[in-house]
């Protein structure tokens, strides 16, 4: 069950994850299942009062794009009382998602189902409502690195002797826009919370920038909740795309091949994770391509023409200028310029590709210049220092373009409990998962 922390005081923890996404909760319940004795010592710490999946694009309407049977253990452990299939039977809904006949789920089932195995821990502790704010080496009497001192938004630190970090990527905010004012830019990390505070009546000019699934159901969502807005979309490529979902491309995403991206040559990976980009970054689930088309369709037949598509374009500049947004746009076809005014730009420009500045950071506190991992997730660092660090969903160029999707939780969270042990012998693995009554 989620619990906020009652005191500030110093703690002291053998593993404490950061962010309860669905990364270190498939991990929480691995270390339960498999090594217990670890579970009773570790902690979650989650900055939100909830545990909410994809918070700033949980919108009604949203589909995963993954199998409910790639949930947080299924892969792993399909025996688990942790399966998605067991979350819609002990919430009396498994007869409905059975009828519904698909396999992927809305995004705010994903959500709830997150929530309940948050709820449904029982040694792994979650402190929710703390947000790390530095992370510092500790020192050991014969100079070595021995632990992790975590500081905390509420005064309060936690001591560990092994981090996990999944706290995932930074989002990417493009240096032409730094001159905007705070008001005036949505991240898609923030869709759902800061759109929700413009006047539903008025006539708003939004413009969003991106041409991937985010930005796409930013610029849905807005023109269906803003009746009388404008809303545009601005993107380099020639038009949306759809995602390639192939099944043969689909089993680039097994856990599987993991081991097969990690050992492959370095121009061999950088051609995997270019082909496979449509895969997740720069396409479309083709449901929503097909109502944004439509609703093109109508409003040329009514009139309306509240939604439009600005393609191979880029923005140069943005600016206020009396009182309105106004983009400076580069054509890519003929090299001119034009201006666009708005009152509100969106953002669906993804995540920074390098390692988030929190884990940077922590290198560079052991005089670690460049952040790596092992295969099995575990940040490479000095001899000196003996705590251990792993990364959850960083770690593409190593790993593969499936290491920020649910599709490797299950196992990966194996991993990295194996590991843990194999630097702990003091514990064991846990040979066999009892099956639940």
Not at 48 to 55: A, G, P
Not at 198 to 222: K, P, T, Y
Request: hydrophobic share 40%; proline share 4%; aromatic share 6%.
């Amino acid at each position: 069950m989620t619990r906020m922390a009652n005191t500030l005081d110093r703690q002291e923890v053998e593993v404490l994850a950061i962010g309860a996404g669905p990364a270190n909760l498939a991990l929480g319940v691995a270390l339960e299942e498999l090594a217990p004795d670890i579970a009773r010592e570790t902690v979650i710490v989650e900055q939100h009062d909830t545990v909410v999946w994809q918070r700033g694009l949980l919108l009604p309407w949203s589909q995963s794009q993954v199998s409910f049977l790639k949930d947080l253990v299924t892969l792993r452990n399909p025996q688990s009382k942790f399966s998605f299939v067991n979350f819609l039977h002990a919430t009396n809904r498994l007869d409905d998602f059975i009828n519904l006949g698909s396999f992927t789920p809305y995004r705010m089932e994903i959500s709830d189902y997150l929530s309940w195995v948050a709820r449904n821990l029982s040694d792994v502790q979650i402190q929710s409502g703390r947000k790390c704010i530095g992370i510092e080496p500790g020192y050991g009497s014969d100079g070595e690195v021995s632990e992790w001192v975590v500081r905390l938004s509420d005064g309060g630190e936690i001591a560990c002797r092994n981090l996990i970090f999944g706290g995932g990527r930074d989002p990417h905010i493009p240096s032409e826009f730094a001159r905007l004012p705070r008001e005036r830019l949505i991240h898609s990390t923030e869709f759902s919370s800061r759109i929700i505070g413009l006047d539903r009546a008025a006539e708003h000019r939004i413009v969003v920038l991106g041409g991937a699934q985010s930005a796409a159901e930013m610029l849905w969502a807005s023109h269906q909740e803003f009746p009388n807005a404008q809303c545009t979309m601005v993107m380099r490529s020639i038009g949306l795309n759809c995602y390639e979902n192939s099944k043969f491309t689909n089993q680039l995403f097994f856990p599987s091949f993991v081991d097969e991206f990690h050992a492959a040559l370095p121009e061999a990976r950088d051609q995997l994770l270019r082909e496979m980009h449509r895969t997740n970054y720069s396409g479309l689930n083709p449901a929503l391509l097909d109502v944004l088309y439509r609703q093109m369709y109508l409003d040329k037949l009514t009139g309306a023409d509240r939604l439009k598509m600005i393609t191979m374009s880029e923005i140069a500049d943005a600016r206020m200028s009396d009182g309105e947004v106004v983009l400076t746009l580069l054509d890519r076809k003929n090299g001119g310029s034009e201006e666009l005014r708005c009152d509100m730009v969106l953002l669906g420009t993804g995540f920074n590709r390098e390692m988030p500045k929190a884990v940077r950071d922590l290198a560079a506190s052991v005089s670690v210049d460049e952040v790596s991992v092992s295969r099995s997730y575990r940040m490479n660092l000095p001899p000196s220092v003996r705590a251990g660090c792993y990364l959850q969903g960083v770690n593409e160029a190593t790993h593969g373009i499936a290491d920020s999707l649910l599709s490797l939780l299950a196992v990966r969270s194996e991993e990295i409990v194996r590991d843990l042990l194999a630097h702990q012998p003091s514990h064991q693995l846990v040979a066999t998962v009892p099956v639940p009554s």
